[in-house]
């Protein structure tokens, strides 16, 4: 199983056990992070979900789709790492990604 780590708006980090396949948002929601809300519940239809993926590893993730980048859009906590993490799988090449959440908008 692979790990990632996430760091939490007080910048504390937790490494969590990730299976590939899962959908990072359903990862860190299942394992008790609830600074991030997905209220939603993963149909890319909110940005509650909003995080910073670590520079290292923004090339080994999908382009940001249409309604991912209009919903990122309109959060002033955007930079150019920002992605939903509903619209994220886990991979074996994602092994050891840090993901920042997002301030909250």
């Known amino acids: 199983m ?3 780590i996430i760091v939490t708006r007080d910048g504390s980090e ?3 056990d990730a299976a590939p396949g899962a ?13 991030l809300l997905a209220l939603c ?6 940005a509650t979900c909003h995080v910073h ?11 940001l789709s249409t309604d991912e980048n209009d919903l990122l859009d ?5 930079n150019e790492y920002s992605r939903l993490s509903c619209q ?14 997002a301030e909250e908008d």
């Open 2 to 4: 692979a790990e990632l």
């Open 14 to 16: 937790k490494v969590l």
């Open 23 to 35: 959908n990072i948002m359903e990862i860190i929601r299942d394992n008790g992070v609830d600074e």
């Open 41 to 46: 519940g993963g149909c890319c239809s909110c």
């Open 53 to 63: 993926i670590d520079p290292a590893f923004s090339a080994k993730l999908p382009e």
């Open 74 to 78: 309109g959060s002033s906590h955007r």
């Open 88 to 101: 994220l799988v886990m991979t074996d090449d994602l092994a050891g990604m840090r993901v920042l959440i």
